[in-house]
């Protein structure tokens, strides 16, 4: 299990207070916690690289509209590639469609703006077939939670190894106001002039249910819970699953206003354990607690922040390593052309 955050609430929720931690600004791969290649390719020595900035990691400017809460996800990603150094062939950003979904274009490494709702499974594709990179998802909450819906819970009970940042605006913003899954009961919009009548997704328990082995949820207003929520969900293996209340200026604005105490309301931190044995300690949520993570999130909106749920449990892609090896080795180590013409001159 890995540590609890070693931020204060106070440095939680003050933007102002982040600074990147000494020991965690360097270029070694190793020590930035960078996966290293599942591949047995003799390791090739690297010529020492330039440190990773802002400016090397961005790509496109942006092109959401002025206050969208999508630009504080991108400014926090940002900070997590520069304090990880997480240089840009070791990873890969990938997403759907819809106005959160364009968060590709903005990060100067691999990546691919894939079709509506069907991010999770291109992502499954390039974490099982490439171990080496770092698969990030990004997307909407209707991208992931109504069309993409179906593959979330797949992706999840597979627990295929990737980071996927949902940005739920509790709208369509890209297409212009529609009411989405997380669309709060009464909201009126063009698909539904009169108010929502339709019970909203959950999305804590929909993640709990489906099996993810790393689930938290954060705010784009609270810059440093986000960055601690990315690299909580990056050192997990797994499938880690981060929910970010993201507001959409245009569609549906001052709707997270009651989880952001800039502007009157409250943001309230997950006390994880500490395992102290003190009884302050008695109180606080043990993460590997399914049931606690599902009363946590039973709460009313705007509800907590933070870790609701992280364990341990194989993943696919180890999983699938265990055979795909042995089987390599029976075909003597052929590489992946070489099956493939011995496949084709067989059905010639
Ligand atoms: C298969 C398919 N169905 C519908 C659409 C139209 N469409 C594009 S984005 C979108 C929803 C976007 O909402 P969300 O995922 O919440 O992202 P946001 O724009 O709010 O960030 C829809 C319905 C599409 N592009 N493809
Ligand atoms: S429409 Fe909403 S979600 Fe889309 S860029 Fe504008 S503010 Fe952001
Ligand atoms: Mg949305």
Redesign the pocket.
């Known amino acids: 299990m890995l540590p609890a955050p070693s931020l204060s609430p106070k440095e939680l929720v003050n933007d102002d207070v982040y600074l990147m931690s000494e020991t965690t600004q360097t270029t070694s791969p190793a020590a930035a916690g960078i996966r290293q290649s599942g591949s047995d390719s003799p390791a090739i020595a690297e010529p020492p690289r330039e440190k990773l900035t802002k400016k090397a990691i961005t790509a496109d400017h942006p092109t959401w509209c002025p206050g969208c809460g ?1 630009f504080a996800v991108l400014a926090a990603f940002y900070k997590v590639l520069e304090k990880r150094q997480l240089e840009h062939e070791k990873i890969v950003t990938l997403a ?6 364009r968060f590709p274009y903005f990060v100067n490494g691999h990546g691919a703006h894939y ?3 069907r991010a999770v499974p291109l992502a499954s594709g390039i974490s099982l077939a490439r171990p080496d990179l770092h698969v990030f998802l990004f ?6 939670f ?2 993409g819906g179906n593959h979330l819970d797949h992706g999840a009970r597979k627990n295929i190894n990737m980071t996927y940042f949902i ?3 509790f ?5 212009k106001k ?1 009411t ?1 899954p997380t669309s709060p009961i009464g909201f009126k919009s063009k698909t539904d002039p009169s108010g929502a009548i339709d019970q909203p997704v959950n999305p804590m328990k929909k993640l709990i249910a489906g099996g993810a082995t790393f689930i938290a949820r954060t705010h784009a207003a609270q810059v440093n819970h986000m960055i601690l929520m990315i690299e909580r969900a990056f050192d997990h293996q797994g499938f880690s699953v981060i929910e970010c209340l993201s507001e ?1 200026v245009e569609f549906f604005p001052d709707v997270f206003d009651p989880a952001n105490p800039k502007k009157g309301g409250s943001f309230e931190v997950i006390q994880e354990k500490k395992w102290d044995n003190t009884p302050e300690d008695e109180l606080r949520h043990d993460v590997t607690d399914e049931l606690a993570a599902y009363k946590l999130a039973s709460l009313p909106f705007p509800g907590v922040f933070g870790v609701f749920y992280e364990t341990d449990r194989p993943t696919k892609n180890a999983l699938e390593k265990k055979w795909i090896e042995p089987t390599r080795e029976k075909t003597g180590n052929a590489s992946d052309l070489e099956i493939l013409q011995k496949t084709f001159d067989r059905i010639k």
């Open positions: 999508d759907g469609i819809g106005c959160s979904s079709i509506h709702g997307g909407g909450d209707g991208d992931g109504s069309i940005m739920d605006n709208v369509y913003g890209l297409t529609q989405s959409c």
